[in-house]
């Protein structure tokens, strides 16, 4: 049976009956979520509504308002159903089968940044494994005007929304997008290979947030038993495909600090690898840095019997 429709009257109306609703749902920020909602409903910023307060909400958009705020209620994460998130200094397309992009993925968006812009302004190649919405991938691009991007992602619907990113951004011919699993299609050398994998253990899926756990693609989340188990098969794949100087920077769970620097050790004896922390002084990334200085040595030249 079809609930309902509550009588919103005006914009201050239809949010003071949304926040409750969402606040009972256990919704984090449920006044902020009503905004945003009703913006997107009604083509306008959240400061715009303050101006059209008062203004009588139609019929139509009354509908749409309520029908969103009950699936918000239910959970739905709410970049589901405006259909954009922000990340970085971008509006980005999302969608049901990408993993919404986070605001602690924009760490490791800094590090790629600084260390690209450390390499005197040569064209970079780079490559973004599990590149989800293309969030990572569409933000380095738009920001190092030289560089040229692969991003890679086993999900085809993954990529149908980051080919809109790519499109939206003006970046068709500097980012190729190719369906295949880490960098099992791509071929070498690239001067960055960064990556946002999936990384949480198996055994925690269940106590995710619902926005997450029951909605969000679980082939973005499980990263296996251990939560290491993807990217300890990108490692190798990595070390026969990256650039000298070359950097590799990876997203992990704050409790792999330890494990993901050791596995990266492991890869890339003598390189430079460290664990970057994010605001709240968690273990966030790995990243390693490797330099001409610390080249692999050249095969030696078989000794001759004389």
């Known amino acids: 049976m079809t609930e309902p429709l509550p009588d919103l009257?005006?914009?201050?109306?239809?949010?003071?009956?949304?926040?409750?609703?969402?606040?009972?749902?256990?919704?984090?920020?449920?006044?902020?979520?009503?905004?945003?909602?009703?913006?997107?409903?009604?083509?306008?910023?959240?400061?715009?509504?303050?101006?059209?307060?008062?203004?009588?909400?139609?019929p139509e958009a009354a509908r749409r308002f309520t029908a969103l705020v009950r699936q918000r209620a239910g959970r739905v994460p709410l970049a589901y159903l405006t259909g954009v998130r922000p990340?970085?200094?971008?509006?980005?397309?999302?969608?049901p089968g990408v993993l919404v992009p986070r605001p602690e993925t924009e760490l490791l968006v800094d590090e790629v940044l600084a260390w690209c812009r450390g390499q005197g302004g040569r064209p970079l190649r780079i490559a973004d494994v599990g590149t989800g919405s293309g969030?990572?991938?569409?933000?380095?691009?738009?920001?190092?005007?030289?560089?040229?991007?692969?991003a890679s992602d086993l999900s085809a619907e993954a990529l149908a929304v980051a080919a809109r990113n790519v499109a939206s951004q003006g970046l068709v011919g500097r980012i190729s997008l190719v369906r295949c699993d880490l960098l099992s299609a791509l071929r070498g050398p690239f001067d960055v290979i960064v990556a946002n994998l999936p990384y949480v253990p198996s055994g925690r899926l269940a106590s995710l947030m619902p926005e997450v756990r029951d909605h969000e693609p679980r082939l973005a989340l499980d990263g296996g038993p251990t939560g290491l188990d993807?990217?300890?098969?990108?490692?190798?794949?990595?070390?026969?495909?990256?650039?000298?100087?070359?950097?590799?920077?990876?997203?992990?769970?704050?409790?792999?600090?330890?494990?993901?620097?050791?596995?990266?050790?492991?890869?890339w004896p003598g390189a430079e690898v460290r664990r970057v922390a994010d605001l709240a002084g968690l273990d966030r990334l790995v990243c390693v840095t490797v330099s001409p200085a610390g080249a692999q040595p050249s095969p030696q030249p078989e000794m001759q019997a004389s």
């Open 9 to 58: 009257g005006t914009v201050r109306g239809a949010v003071r009956w949304a926040v409750p609703v969402l606040a009972q749902a256990g919704c984090d920020t449920p006044r902020l979520d009503a905004e945003l909602l009703l913006g997107h409903v009604l083509g306008a910023t959240r400061t715009a509504l303050q101006v059209r307060w008062d203004e009588a909400l139609v």
């Open 87 to 95: 990340f970085y200094d971008l509006s980005l397309s999302v969608a």
């Open 135 to 150: 969030a990572i991938a569409v933000t380095l691009a738009a920001h190092l005007e030289r560089a040229t991007v692969v």
């Open 230 to 267: 993807v990217i300890a098969r990108l490692l190798p794949q990595a070390a026969e495909r990256l650039a000298w100087p070359g950097l590799v920077a990876l997203e992990i769970d704050e409790t792999h600090g330890e494990q993901a620097e050791c596995l990266a050790r492991g890869q």
